[in-house]
């Protein structure tokens, strides 16, 4: 009864956050709308946040009450299902030309920003000093997507607000900001239950049910980008939550275990290097050939498939 009851609450936390997160994208849009502030701008920064946001609270609490294996499972394991899913749902579905001139740029970040982690979790742990080493990835990506989108972007108008819409949309941006809290508290309370259920560690249950849990919002806006042949935004989505993935969350994970974030050798051995194999899968060949190819999903979706059986069974 004790673990149908944890399966019951970890369903209702992910379904919180998943959609406190849709209504905190929705009111800083309006944000975008009222203050007459770039949509690229509050995309790069607000947006970018919001969508990452149930990756994000879920590790940070994990870490705040001591679980770093759940808390570092979920953010590497957020990255894999990014790309796993959400990319090769995309590749298999609707392949095609790149038209976003950043790409290269942004994939390089991500890139390097992965790179980084792995190299810095070689002794087993993720200090302050290295967590901001982190940071400055977050920070050029931030700069690049400010700067460089914002070219040839008109400056628009602001839109009229009465004080019944301010107060309508301040209550979203709070109550969607809630929503993710209080959910990412429910998962990780409840996946701590589930692991010790199953005899499974933190780590495991991190990178698999919570990972793609997290990660749903990116996967139903890559499923809905498919059906609309939108391929476009939604890569551009799945390339910034995997830099956020990268380097914000695992900085503040670095920072809230005071400077001593610890990596379990098979996170560094395995997990991390999955994480690298399958985004250069997703980034190399796009860059070079300057579109999306079917055989990048195929071969990304079978990598994912054959990983996750790897962390389950071995």
């Given amino acids: 009864m004790a673990i149908f009851l944890a399966v019951v609450l970890f369903i209702a936390g992910t379904a919180l956050i998943i959609k406190g997160g849709e209504i905190f994208v929705d009111a800083a849009s309006w944000i975008s709308d009222v203050t007459g502030i ?71 970040i991500m890139l390097a920003s992965a790179a980084a982690l792995l190299v810095l979790c ?60 209080f959910g990412s508290n429910l998962i990780v309370d409840n996946a701590q239950l589930i692991a010790a259920a199953l005899g499974v560690s933190e780590s495991v249950i991190g ?36 830099i956020l993935d990268v380097t914000l969350i695992l900085s503040t994970g670095a920072f809230v275990s005071g400077g001593n974030l610890t990596v379990s050798q098979k996170t560094a051995d395995t997990d991390m290097p999955a994480a690298l194999i399958l985004m250069a899968l997703a980034v190399l060949p796009s860059a070079i050939g300057k579109k999306i190819y079917r055989w990048q999903g195929i071969a990304a979706a079978g990598i994912y498939a054959a990983y996750l059986a790897y962390v389950v069974f071995f």
């Fill in 38 to 108: 770039s949509k690229v701008v509050i995309g790069a920064t607000l947006v970018s946040f919001a969508t990452t946001s149930p990756e994000y609270f879920v590790s940070l609490i994990a870490n705040i009450k001591g679980h770093n294996e759940l808390s570092i499972g979920n953010a590497v394991g957020s990255v894999s299902a990014n790309i796993g899913i959400a990319f090769a749902l995309l590749a298999i579905f609707t392949p095609g030309k790149i038209t976003d001139r950043l790409f290269g740029a942004k994939g390089a």
């Fill in 122 to 181: 070689m002794d087993g742990r993720l200090s302050a000093i290295e967590g901001a080493v982190l940071l400055l990835f977050f920070a050029v990506s931030i700069f690049v997507n400010i700067r460089y989108s914002k070219e040839g972007e008109e400056d628009k108008k602001r839109k009229q607000a009465d004080a019944r819409e301010i107060a309508a949309n301040t209550a979203k941006f709070i109550f969607g900001a809630a929503a993710v809290v």
């Fill in 207 to 242: 990178l698999t049910v919570v990972a793609v849990g997290t990660s749903l919002p990116e996967i139903a806006t890559s499923a809905a980008a498919a059906i609309k042949k939108q391929t476009a935004l939604s890569i551009g989505n799945i390339i910034g939550a995997n």
